[in-house]
């Protein structure tokens, strides 16, 4: 039974509310944190080695500490809820059902940072959320811990809810401080760091909404005791949304010492896949991490089997591994067809291009066209390596990360599929009348 720390009172009624929050012990951790020094919770949260929970895993107290303090200055915390990667929707599951967590997590982060004024910037489509999230800080500030002189500290924080206007790059942070100036989201240069120059060149800390969240049950156990729990550097519960060919999906909460077979075949968690189907590939981070094949997602490459941590699903790299990520896990039965698969995640990825760099704005609309042709057996095999060095090209050639999450999924496809792709080429006439996985398997 993996430990619960962020989700354990989710199942109860009217958690929601400040009211049934509080009988459960909720703001006592906020009101620990307000008797400690900024520099006393930094350290547990760096004791605690918390990796960002929204996909890139940095280390959350170094983050933290590399906040800029500039004298006269303000300072901001930006919780990013733009959760948009495909497979992704643990952020959304906290914030409909236990709002008061993620907002006791900005208390206690925004006096450690030093932010009067805190955002949660929310991601479009999540339409019914920030009504929720205003009610709980409404709530929050009625009992004090919002708004002036809360609990007496002489500390004053407002938080504001901003509702994204539904483009998935407003998740990368600097698009999302762009868009929260009122601006068009378009990311910028890193450096500088939004931990230097960032919400009006302010030093900001931008973080997700579960690395806020689990703010609390740090102050809660102490850092020491949070890093008890996993193993390595993947210390602490991840919450995975789990989807695709399962039988239970849903969000869950691990502590990553389990492993992967044990999360998609246990009743604890996916409860296997319907109709006795094989499992073919699974996507174990959100759509922007590269697909693993069955036997590569079952054991290493040393043999050893795969846990659900950071290290163990990065074993063997890019090139036989894959990420964590945001922790959307994406499951494909031996039916699925990977060309397909791929060409709708290329078909994302051009759509939701900014446009400002040639390698994305050109590259994934080219990488779209040439999967589309393959797909529909109109490919040829020279389409292959053709689509094989676009995605070289895009890698590491941009401004921001999409260029990366748009060239992987397509790199790791033909690497471990390359078959898949063959057959579309050699069989034109079959492409149109049956998939891949269902000719095949
Ligand atoms: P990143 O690795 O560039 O940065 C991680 C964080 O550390 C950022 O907040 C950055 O500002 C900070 N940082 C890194 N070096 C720093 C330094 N020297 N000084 C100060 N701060 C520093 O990754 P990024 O772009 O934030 O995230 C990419 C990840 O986001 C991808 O791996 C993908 O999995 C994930 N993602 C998640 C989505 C979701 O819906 N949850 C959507 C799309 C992508
Ligand atoms: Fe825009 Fe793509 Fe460049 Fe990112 S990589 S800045 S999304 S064009």
């Not at 931990?195 to 997700?208: H, I, S």
């Not at 994406?330 to 994302?348: G, K, P, S, W, Y």
């Not at 941009?398 to 069989?427: M, Q, S, Y």
Request: proline share 5%; with cysteine; net charge negative.
């Amino acid at each position: 039974m993996s430990k619960k720390l962020l989700l354990k009172d989710a199942h109860i009624e009217g958690i929601r509310y400040f009211e049934t929050y509080r009988k459960q012990g909720g703001y006592t951790a906020a009101e620990k944190a307000l008797k400690m020094t900024p520099e006393e919770i930094l350290e547990e949260v760096k004791v605690s080695g918390l990796r960002g929970r929204g996909g890139a895993g940095f280390p959350t107290g170094m983050k933290w500490s590399f906040l800029a303090k500039p004298e006269g200055v303000p300072r901001h915390l930006v919780v990013n809820a733009d959760e948009s990667e495909p497979g992704t929707f643990k952020d959304r599951y906290l914030m409909e059902f236990l709002p008061h967590l993620l907002i006791e997590g900005m208390l206690i982060s925004s006096y450690t940072l030093g932010s009067n004024v805190s955002y949660i910037y929310i991601r479009g489509e999540y339409s019914w959320i920030p009504d929720i999230l205003e009610e709980a800080i409404e709530e929050a500030k009625a009992a004090g811990f919002l708004g002036k002189n809360i609990l007496g500290t002489g500390f004053d924080c407002e938080i504001y809810v901003q509702r994204g206007g539904g483009a998935y790059i407003c998740g990368e942070e600097t698009a999302l401080l762009e868009s929260l100036e009122g601006k068009r989201g378009n990311p910028r240069l890193k450096p500088p760091f939004p931990a230097v120059k960032g919400l009006w060149e302010r030093p900001t800390v931008v973080n997700n909404v579960e690395s806020i969240a689990a703010i609390v049950p740090i102050i809660d156990i102490t850092g020491a005791e949070y890093a008890k729990i996993g193993v390595g550097r993947s210390t602490g519960t991840k919450l995975i949304s789990a989807c695709g060919n399962i039988n239970k999906p849903g969000v869950y909460e691990i502590d990553m010492t389990i492993t992967v077979e044990e999360f998609i075949y246990s009743d604890e968690y996916c409860g296997g896949i319907p109709n006795g189907k094989k499992l073919k590939a699974c996507i174990p981070g959100g759509s922007s991490v590269p697909i693993v094949p069955a036997n590569l997602l079952l054991k290493t490459v040393n043999g050893e089997p795969r846990y659900m941590n950071y290290e163990s699903l990065a074993d063997g790299g890019f090139a036989t591994g894959t990420m964590m990520g945001s922790g959307g896990f994406i499951v494909l039965d031996e039916d699925q067809c990977v060309v397909e698969h791929t060409m709708t995640l290329a078909r994302f990825y051009h759509h939701e291009s900014c446009g400002q760099c040639t390698p994305c704005r050109e590259g994934t609309g080219w990488m779209h066209k040439i999967l589309k042709k393959i797909e529909k057996g109109e490919g040829k095999m020279e389409d292959i390596d053709l689509l094989w060095d676009i995605q070289r090209k895009i890698e590491g050639n941009t401004i921001c990360p999409l260029g990366d999450a748009a060239a992987w999924p397509v790199a790791a496809a033909i690497r471990h599929f390359r078959d898949e792709f063959e057959w579309h080429v050699k069989n034109p006439e079959l492409c149109l009348t049956q998939n891949y996985g269902l000719a095949n398997y």
